[in-house]
């Protein structure tokens, strides 16, 4: 049996036969009972009857070891229609190479994303920044890699039409106050961000996790 998401009965009724259950000696032979299972898995872009663009709308990023902090990010981005859309527009050149240029490699792993019908790898992407294979199969922090990504990006960006946009699509503000609680003294200090880091732990939701990070914090 083939495991698939047409196959909703999960092959069930092919596990033993009707025959085999109704045998003279029963399940049960010398005291003892021989389950042996065999299992073959056979990775999807391998499997020609699914469709992933198909059946979901929307094609995956191919592991490479470790990096799927990396391609839940890559598909984030994506998914940001002005980002995209921006990527796109960065000048590049025929003598480029996508293994030795990161706007091109970005470019192309989302044309595919976009137009493929299977899995799009990302060793391209992962060979201009400049990683080697044990790369891939280390952990990276996730928001590390995303301020590197939109900083070299936005330093691609300038000059071109498309300059200003990591700031437009990703920048916020807020503001930190320091009270002083004995003397008559107030100090306000507006700063600019692109990422937050939120408490999750202990938090029901996204709001949650902005009170926490509003608390009033006392400094002794």
Known sequence: HSFTPDQNDWGFTTFAPLKDLTEEHGLCVNDKVVI?????????????????????????????????????????????????????????SEDEKPSESMELAL???????????????????????????MDAFQQHDVQELNRILCDRLEEKMKGTRVEGTINKLFEGHFTNYIECIHIDYTSVRREAFQDLQLVVKGCGNIYDSFDEYCQVEVLE
């Open 107 to 133: 470019q192309s792993v989302f044309h595919m994303l976009q137009f493929t019908k299977g899995p799009v790898s990302t060793k391209d992407l992962t060979c201009s920044f400049g990683w080697d294979t």
């Open 36 to 92: 042996r299972v065999d299992v073959n898995v056979v990775p999807f872009d391998e499997y020609e009857e699914f469709d992933s663009r198909k059946e979901t709308g929307f094609v995956g990023l191919k592991n490479q070891g470790a990096t799927c902090y990396m391609n839940s990010l890559l598909q984030t981005l994506y998914n940001v229609n002005q980002f995209r859309k921006a990527v796109y527009k960065l000048p590049t």
